[in-house]
């Protein structure tokens, strides 16, 4: 390699020790009060008169004019832990769906599908929690299905199909 070439190489390797920001990146600060003809002297940029021309005047990003500001008109979720607490959630369901169209793909014609079954197919891999079967997709095999729990469209869905759906217990 010819020593120009060596020299361009080492002056293009970026390292820490060659870093800089771009030029004319770094601007200096703004001083402002410091005479007319620096263009914010005066009022400093304040304006004439007003609350945020004086001195304690709330210019920072939350204030919201003296409105009783979001934080404080926000409901408190009280209880031990925020997705439990009390009232607020007081319908929230511990389950975790399997939908027809998932069953219809994923399960030869007349086979069992328990939940085992479906956890070996990738569905209801969530353990110890309960599983639904719901009715978004078509059916079009005769399945037994063995879940926690069924919609009333599932269950309709997979009856009409020829199949069965079994509640299990837990």
Known sequence: M???????????????????????????RKRVGRGEGSGLGKTAGRGQKGAGSRSGSKDRARFEGGQMPIHMRMRKLRGPHMKKSMPFEMFRTHTQPVNLADLDERFESGAEVTLEAMRAKGLATRRGIAVKVLAKGEITKPLT????????????????AGGTAQLLDG
């Not at 020593?3 to 200096?28: D, F, Q, S, W």
């Not at 299905?145 to 009409?160: G, K």
Request: proline content about 9%.
């Open 145 to 160: 299905v063995h879940a926690n729990a069924f919609s009333a469209a599932a269950r309709e869905r997979i009856e009409a």
């Open 2 to 28: 010819s020593p120009v070439k060596e020299e361009a190489e080492r002056e293009e390797r970026i390292g820490l020790h060659n870093l800089r920001p771009a030029p004319g990146h770094r601007k200096p």
